[in-house]
């Protein structure tokens, strides 16, 4: 039903809009009096000869009309145009960049929207003096600063959200996270304000044609409606034919925008669209059936050490007016080829520091000391470019709440064909066969490639980022609590998986969970995490046969049934992640 009235609305506005292009282009060959000359007698009544009438200068109303359409919407868009644009391009930049760029435009932001409206338009209007580009000028400045606060507002809250997040954890530089995250996310918002700003674009126009500062010899709708003012068209018939035709066209063509504006905002953003497609696509479980993984290649040690990441004495501060706060202190631990670090603690323990830390992705104020080793290269070392190539291609990240990291506005296939081609050079059909085949490792169909993510389940989502993470065959793969907002049984089918991909791949892993069993089924050495520090580091086995420090001790007597033989208890654990009473969170 809304659809269908949005639908419908757009026909309408492009119908409206369209009579009024017509009466702008095809107007004068239709019409054929010339607007500044007299063509009849003064005040003369609509009839045959002149369809609208004359006014009190003999000139046919008709052809000012149509002169005032081209006029009045040249002015409009141009203006509105030129100001959304403006507003974008400075939103843009002070959202994304921040610091005191980011400062300099806001203050100016500011002061243009302090200035009074109405007086600072007559005030620019009279000292560059009434003409077509003055009008243009003095619109644009005073619309261009909301649009930027807008933009700014909107770029602020999608820079910190996942699919950003996730990009720059896969390498992305910024203009290139710009204009495939932040600038699709931001396109159906400059929609509306381009419609809005050409509504009040004609509308100002008009104003200040009706003030007399508009361009003298032109015949805007706005500047007709000033001469029928001046020149006592209201104390005759004549306001019938001379003042209700160009108002009538004013408002026409700003209901005309407004419902383009409103169908083209619903077509360009995917989250306004009907669901009721997807509904049945995963009804006819066109998105549910899955495929048996396909062998991919496994990137092999070349002569390097079997060493992947090595981290000494790491720590993380972030000063605050109140005191210093220590989230990571003096963190140490290695990580070899095929083997998977569990680490686990409560929450605030540090647990995702360590993972941003390592992925080079912690921002100030955050102070990081210490040495982070990725493949014998001190990490910190490296320059922005250098740490862009290595993220996503040889270490890759499953963010923590992964199901909210990928893009509303894109497709899946698109996505991950992005986590590609932003680390090499490859051709389309090439990236096409990969991505199917990635979608079919993690069990999805390469069906699932044309949804957007709306369109799948939670867990389905989970094993799109776990594609995505695969996608450049890397070496290190840090997964921050993949299974977060997941039920049992689904969180069950991503740790299988997860497991199943880690020994056949082969993959070096650092696995963080609150979720003391998970973490038993799948690492081979686990960090034990309390208040930023390392309390305890021991194999699984170790752990399960006995435990030395008494924090660690007291996680293992608080969980029933783990001192068993992990080979013993995977079987167990199964049973108690599907609702048994074994399974805990910490």
């Given at each position: 039903?809304?659809?269908?009235?949005?639908?419908?609305?757009?026909?309408?506005?492009?119908?409206?809009?369209?009579?009024?292009?017509?009466?702008?282009?095809?107007?004068?060959?239709?019409?054929?009096?010339?607007?500044?000359?007299?063509?009849?007698?003064?005040?003369?009544?609509?009839?045959?000869?002149?369809?609208?009438?004359?006014?009190?200068?003999?000139?046919?109303?008709?052809?000012?009309?149509?002169?005032?359409?081209?006029?009045?919407?040249?002015?409009?868009?141009?203006?509105?145009?030129?100001?959304?644009?403006?507003?974008?391009?400075?939103?843009?930049?002070?959202?994304?960049?921040?610091?005191?760029?980011?400062?300099?435009?806001?203050?100016?932001?500011?002061?243009?929207?302090?200035?009074?409206?109405?007086?600072?338009?007559?005030?620019?209007?009279?000292?560059?003096?009434?003409?077509?580009?003055?009008?243009?000028?003095?619109?644009?400045?005073?619309?261009?600063?909301?649009?930027?606060?807008?933009?700014?507002?909107?770029?602020?809250?999608?820079?910190?959200?996942?699919?950003?997040?996730?990009?720059?954890?896969?390498?992305?530089?910024?203009?290139?996270?710009?204009?495939?995250?932040?600038?699709?996310?931001?396109?159906?918002?400059?929609?509306?304000?381009?419609?809005?700003?050409?509504?009040?674009?004609?509308?100002?126009?008009?104003?200040?044609?009706?003030?007399?500062?508009g361009d003298p010899l032109s015949k805007?709708?706005?500047?007709?409606?000033?001469?029928?003012n001046a020149r006592s068209a209201f104390?005759?018939?004549?306001?019938?034919?001379?003042?209700?035709?160009?108002?009538?066209?004013?408002?026409?063509?700003?209901?005309?925008?407004?419902?383009?504006?409103?169908?083209?905002?619903?077509?360009?953003?995917?989250?306004?669209?009907?669901?009721?497609?997807?509904?049945?696509?995963?009804?006819?479980?066109?998105?549910?059936?899955?495929?048996?993984?396909?062998?991919?290649?496994?990137?092999?040690?070349?002569?390097?050490?079997?060493?992947?990441?090595?981290?000494?004495?790491?720590?993380?501060?972030?000063?605050?007016?109140?005191?210093?706060?220590?989230?990571?202190?003096?963190?140490?631990?290695?990580?070899?080829?095929?083997?998977?670090?569990?680490?686990?603690?409560?929450?605030?323990?540090?647990?995702?520091?360590?993972?941003?830390?390592?992925?080079?992705?912690?921002?100030?104020?955050?102070?990081?000391?210490?040495?982070?080793?990725?493949?014998?290269?001190?990490?910190?070392?490296?320059?922005?470019?250098?740490?862009?190539?290595?993220?996503?291609?040889?270490?890759?990240?499953?963010?923590?709440?992964?199901?909210?990291?990928?893009?509303?506005?894109?497709?899946?296939?698109?996505?991950?064909?992005?986590?590609?081609?932003?680390?090499?050079?490859?051709?389309?059909?090439?990236?096409?066969?990969?991505?199917?085949?990635?979608?079919?490792?993690?069990?999805?169909?390469?069906?699932?490639?044309?949804?957007?993510?709306?369109?799948?389940?939670?867990?389905?989502?989970?094993?799109?980022?776990?594609?995505?993470?695969?996608?450049?065959?890397?070496?290190?793969?840090?997964?921050?609590?993949?299974?977060?907002?997941?039920?049992?049984?689904?969180?069950?089918?991503?740790?299988?998986?997860?497991?199943?991909?880690?020994?056949?791949?082969?993959?070096?892993?650092?696995?963080?969970?609150?979720?003391?069993?998970?973490?038993?089924?799948?690492?081979?050495?686990?960090?034990?995490?309390?208040?930023?520090?390392?309390?305890?580091?021991?194999?699984?086995?170790?752990?399960?046969?006995?435990?030395?420090?008494?924090?660690?001790?007291?996680?293992?007597?608080?969980?029933?049934?783990?001192?068993?033989?992990?080979?013993?208890?995977?079987?167990?654990?199964?049973?108690?992640?599907?609702?048994?009473?074994?399974?805990?969170?910490?």
């Amino acid at each position: 039903m809304k659809r269908s009235m949005s639908k419908n609305m757009g026909i309408l506005g492009a119908v409206l809009l369209g009579l009024i292009i017509i009466l702008a282009v095809a107007g004068p060959a239709l019409v054929p009096y010339n607007p500044t000359e007299q063509s009849g007698l003064p005040l003369q009544a609509p009839g045959g000869q002149h369809l609208l009438g004359t006014n009190d200068m003999g000139q046919d109303i008709m052809a000012e009309l149509v002169e005032g359409a081209r006029i009045s919407l040249t002015i409009g868009i141009v203006s509105a145009f030129i100001a959304t644009l403006i507003g974008t391009v400075l939103g843009l930049i002070s959202g994304y960049g921040l610091g005191w760029l980011d400062a300099l435009i806001m203050r100016v932001v500011d002061v243009s929207m302090t200035l009074p409206f109405l007086p600072l338009m007559i005030v620019v209007g009279v000292y560059m003096g009434p003409s077509l580009f003055t009008q243009i000028a003095v619109i644009t400045l005073v619309m261009w600063a909301g649009k930027a606060r807008e933009i700014r507002s909107q770029v602020l809250s999608l820079r910190s959200r996942g699919p950003v997040l996730a990009a720059r954890s896969m390498g992305a530089g910024h203009l290139y996270v710009l204009r495939k995250h932040v600038f699709p996310s931001v396109v159906p918002l400059m929609i509306p304000q381009f419609v809005r700003a050409v509504n009040t674009s004609i509308m100002l126009e008009s104003s200040l044609s009706f003030l007399g500062l508009g361009d003298p010899l032109s015949k805007s709708w706005g500047s007709i409606l000033f001469y029928a003012n001046a020149r006592s068209a209201f104390l005759t018939d004549a306001w019938l034919w001379w003042v209700l035709p160009p108002g009538l066209c004013i408002v026409v063509t700003v209901l005309a925008f407004s419902f383009i504006g409103y169908w083209l905002e619903e077509r360009v953003s995917p989250r306004l669209r009907a669901y009721t497609g997807a509904f049945s696509k995963l009804a006819s479980g066109r998105f549910g059936k899955t495929k048996k993984p396909n062998p991919i290649a496994v990137r092999q040690p070349d002569g390097a050490s079997a060493e992947v990441l090595r981290v000494e004495g790491l720590s993380v501060q972030f000063p605050q007016p109140a005191g210093t706060v220590r989230a990571v202190e003096a963190v140490s631990f290695t990580l070899r080829r095929g083997e998977v670090l569990g680490i686990v603690g409560e929450s605030g323990s540090g647990k995702t520091t360590i993972a941003a830390a390592v992925m080079q992705l912690l921002k100030p104020p955050a102070e990081i000391s210490g040495s982070i080793c990725f493949d014998g290269k001190n990490l910190a070392q490296l320059s922005p470019v250098q740490m862009n190539e290595l993220r996503g291609s040889r270490i890759a990240l499953i963010p923590q709440a992964a199901m909210n990291a990928l893009n509303p506005v894109m497709t899946i296939r698109s996505q991950l064909a992005e986590a590609m081609v932003s680390h090499r050079s490859i051709g389309k059909a090439e990236v096409l066969q990969l991505v199917s085949e990635v979608l079919g490792q993690v069990g999805l169909d390469s069906k699932c490639g044309d949804a957007y993510p709306h369109e799948l389940s939670g867990g389905m989502k989970q094993r799109v980022v776990i594609a995505m993470a695969l996608i450049n065959g890397p070496d290190l793969i840090i997964a921050d609590e993949p299974t977060t907002g997941l039920d049992v049984l689904v969180q069950t089918e991503i740790i299988k998986l997860l497991d199943d991909l880690q020994q056949r791949l082969g993959l070096a892993m650092i696995f963080i969970s609150h979720d003391l069993p998970v973490v038993l089924r799948l690492a081979d050495r686990i960090l034990i995490m309390k208040q930023g520090e390392m309390v305890d580091e021991v194999t699984a086995e170790a752990l399960t046969a006995s435990t030395v420090h008494p924090y660690t001790r007291r996680l293992m007597d608080s969980i029933p049934g783990l001192r068993a033989k992990k080979a013993a208890s995977v079987s167990s654990l199964t049973e108690a992640e599907a609702g048994g009473g074994s399974y805990v969170r910490i």
